[in-house]
Each structure stands twice: as C-alpha cells, then as structure tokens.
C-alpha cells in the first residue's frame, strides 16, 4: 500500500458518494419533469375520481390521435415505472424529510400507474390486450 494513505482513500470515497447522490438526484429530476410534462397534457386522470373525464376527452379526439393513443399509455406507464424504481433505489441513509419525499412519491406513482390501468381498460386502443398487459406489468413492478 505504498503512497496511499487511509485518509486519501477516505476522501476519494466520499466525493464519490456524493457524486453518485448528484447523479440520482439529476436523474430524479428529470424523470419528475417528465412526468410533470405528461400530467399537464390533462389527457390522463391524475386519480381515480378524473377517470371519466380522460375518458371524455379521448373519445373527443381525433381518430388518427385515437389510433396511436397506446404509444402514450406505454410511455407514460414507462415514465412513472423509472419514477418509481429512481425512487425506490434512493439511497440509504437519506436525511428524513428527503426519505419522506421519496415515499411519497413513491404512493403517487402506484397510485397514478393503477390510475392508468383502470383508464385503459374504459378506452379502445390498438394492441388493447399487448398493451393492457404491459401497462399492467409495469404496474405489478411497482407493487
């Protein structure tokens, strides 16, 4: 072990640490943006009580919409999947108001992906069984 010192070793360590928890956190943030992006959309329920107005809505719109509408469902389903695994790995020893963030993120997007599920199965969508399958899948992940 010549020329390293535990002291030197220690301190690689630790910005190490703290680079990788900027990366999460970077990571974090740009999936929570992108999620935010898709709810301001307001063509999916936020909750269970606004599944009958998406429903509305994506009956109004256009067939050539309607007919690629699973590529949103899919990815939507996607976002709140990687929001949720980002989360559910956060790391250890997190201060506690963050670890209470991160759980209650973690019980929005449960809650937004059964949300999702339920207003797949009131709609028509190409590959409805592909589809429903995988946004249910998805969903069985972040359980």
Known sequence: ????SPLGSSIIFDNFKLLFK???YFR????????ELIAELTL????EDGISAAVESYHALSDEIQQIFH???????ECLCNLHSISKNSI???PGYMQATID?????????????VSFSSFIRINNANEVRAKIGNMEAFMI
């Open 1 to 4: 072990m010549e020329g390293k």
């Open 22 to 24: 900027k990366i999460y």
């Open 28 to 35: 974090l943030l740009f999936v929570q943006g992108a999620w």
């Open 44 to 47: 999916l329920p936020s909750d």
């Open 71 to 77: 590529h949103v469902l899919l990815k939507t389903m």
């Open 92 to 94: 250890p020893g997190s």
């Open 104 to 116: 209650q993120i973690l019980l929005e997007t449960r809650n937004r992906a059964k949300c999702l």
